[in-house]
Structure formats: C-alpha cells, structure tokens
C-alpha cells in the first residue's frame, strides 16, 4: 500500500473531523442542552490532557511526591492563577517554579 | 477591521500561542527522529506534518506503519484519536460561522489541542460574531509553522538530540492550560466537571487511542450539564416573571 495514500486518507479524515461543524457554519443552531454541554468542553478537556502529564509524568503510576517537578510547577501555576488571573504571569511562574525544581532543587 | 488592526491582531494570536509552540518542539523532534527509525521515507514524514497536522495520530501512525498495519486500520486509528476535535469544532463554531467558507476550511483545518485553547481563551471574552478570524489564524499558522520546523529538524537531526524529552520542554503547555483552564472554575458546576475530567482522565491514561481522554471529557461533560440544570430552570423560571 502507497505510503502517500495513507497520509493523505489519514488527512482527509482529521480534515474532516476538524471542519464538519464549521462547514455546516449559520445553519448550525444547537438545542439548548447541546450549548449547556459545549460550554463544558474547554475547562475539561483541557484538565484532561494535563492532569495525567502532571501526575504521572513518566506514564507509570502516580508519583504525588515533592519529587515530581511537573507536579510542583503545576500547583504553583494553579495557585498564581487562582490569586491572580492573570495568564503571563501563571505561565512564567508555572514554568520558572518547574525548572528551578528540575534542575537546582533536585539536583 | 483596518489593514494594521488584522495584523497586531495575527500576531496577538501567535505570541499567546509561544507557550504551545516550546511545548510542541519536543514532540516535532520526537516524531521527526521516529519517522528515521521506521519504513517510512523521510519527506513522508515532513508530508504527514504538513497535511496531516495531529501529533497524537502521527505518533501512533507511524508506529502501525513499523508494524505493517493496513490502510483501513490507519484510518480508523486516525478517526478514534482525532474525534475529541469534534468538541473543538462544535464549541468554536458560534465564533466562526458568520465568516465565508473558505476562511472556516481554513481555520478549521488548523484546530489542534493548542490552537483550540487559544483560540478558544480569546473567543469567549467576546460576543460571537463580534472578534475578527485573525487571532485564531495567527495562532494556527503559528503552530503550524513551528510543528514543521521540528519535524524537520527530528528528521535530518533527531539523533543528536537523545534525552529531549526528559528536558520537561512540555511543561509548558501544562502551565499554559493552567492559566486558561483556572480563571474559568467560578462556580462549582465548572469545578466538578474539571475535576471529575482530570481524575478520570488519569485513571484511564492507558486506555488506547486516547479513548480514555475522550472517554474522561464525556463523563465530565454529562457532570457539568446534569449540574447546571437547577441553575438553568431557575433562569428560565426568572426570564418568564420578567
């Protein structure tokens, strides 16, 4: 089987995926339980893709340490961004806290 | 919208998308290096970037093809680990749908995980219909641009880089969902539902084909919506005494 054929099916299908409620565009009017849903979406599937890269950062079971750096960054990004609300300052605060634990903390 | 306001506005949508951009590098780099290792040629790695754009399916695409799996497996494997997109279309889809067909083909076409946020972060301060495309362009070329540059590199470079991974270069798409994902949990109904997604999401981590993810998004989505309906019958009970 052609190689490009694959990757070019396998693209027509995210395409698809990805643009089917874009095409369908003003003629889309969703019930109101369907909105009520919709607005769930980003705060969940966003946790989602975190928690478990924070969690368990290595993929093998749950590592609730102050040894996981991931962890630590994420609950100082959890706790700049409660306070303040305010993105910049999460991420930089988020990302120093991680690094500094990585590379000087537990060296 | 003025010729300059279109501008600042795409390169508003890049700069909030940078975060993304450090995240993403290691795994263009990983998949690059991936594509070496297997039967594929190397510009069939860069032509999956460039028209397939989905690092979740590359990752597992590539390693069916090292296994021989066939066409219809592909696309079946591409369809499961692509549809939380689905979500992402239907949720952006009030911001968009008043634009032109092409510029929709357009967007839609670059509406990764990242691109999503972002565009989604900047969205929903405003009324639908009311914020111009370019943000949400401006983040997707961004990503887009950045996921070819790595690939690239992972192709013609991977092997010089071992041990990128454990750099923790992707920490910074957690930070960056942090900073969405928190100013949003004002009321309980969004707390619920965040947590019921990230606990769920863990527990089922090794579910394949990112069904656990997705399966994890569902649940806590039927949490949300089952707990605003006191809230929204209250709503409508006040909108009908108005």
């Known amino acids: 089987m052609s190689y490009v054929l694959i990757i070019l099916g396998m693209a027509a299908i995210t395409l698809l995926i990805r643009t089917t409620a874009f095409i369908v565009g003003e003629r889309l009017v969703f019930p109101p339980l369907v909105r009520t849903a919709l607005g769930f979406v980003p705060v969940t599937v966003l946790t989602a893709i975190i928690v478990p890269m924070a969690v368990s950062p290595h993929g093998n079971g749950a590592e609730l340490t102050w040894r996981n750096p991931q962890l630590v960054g994420a609950l100082a990004a959890v706790a700049v961004s409660a306070l303040t609300r305010r993105p910049l300052l999460t991420i930089a605060v988020g990302l120093a806290t991680f690094f500094v634990w990585q590379g000087v903390v537990l060296r | ?242």
């Open chain 2, 1 to 242: 919208m003025t010729q300059p306001d279109r501008f600042n506005e795409f390169v508003a949508g890049a700069r909030d998308t940078i975060p993304m951009m450090i995240g993403a590098a290691p795994f263009g780099v990983i998949f690059g290096t991936l594509v070496t290792s297997g039967p594929l040629h190397l510009w069939h790695g860069q032509l999956m970037s460039l028209a397939v754009f989905a690092g979740s399916a590359q990752f597992i695409a590539v390693g069916l093809l090292a296994a021989n799996a066939s066409f219809v497996v592909l696309l079946a494997t591409t369809f499961i680990v692509n549809l939380r997109h689905v979500l992402y279309s239907a949720t952006l889809a009030p911001y968009v749908a008043h634009l032109p067909l092409r510029w929709r083909l357009l967007l839609g076409s670059m509406l990764t995980d990242e691109v999503f946020a972002v565009a989604w972060a900047h969205y929903r301060r405003h009324a639908p219909g009311t914020v111009g495309p370019y943000h949400f362009l401006g983040s997707g070329v961004a990503m887009y641009v950045n996921w070819q540059i790595w690939t690239l590199a992972g192709l013609l470079f991977g092997a010089a880089f071992p041990g990128l991974q454990s750099l923790g270069l992707d920490f910074a798409m957690v930070a960056t969902f942090i900073a969405i994902v928190v100013p949003q949990l004002v009321a309980f109904r969004y707390i619920a539902a965040a947590v019921t997604a990230g606990v769920l999401a863990f527990l089922w981590q090794d579910w394949p084909y990112k069904l656990g993810l997705l399966g994890a998004v569902l649940v806590a989505v039927a949490v949300g919506v089952v707990l605003s309906r006191p809230g929204a019958i209250r709503q409508r009970a006040m909108e009908a005494t108005r």
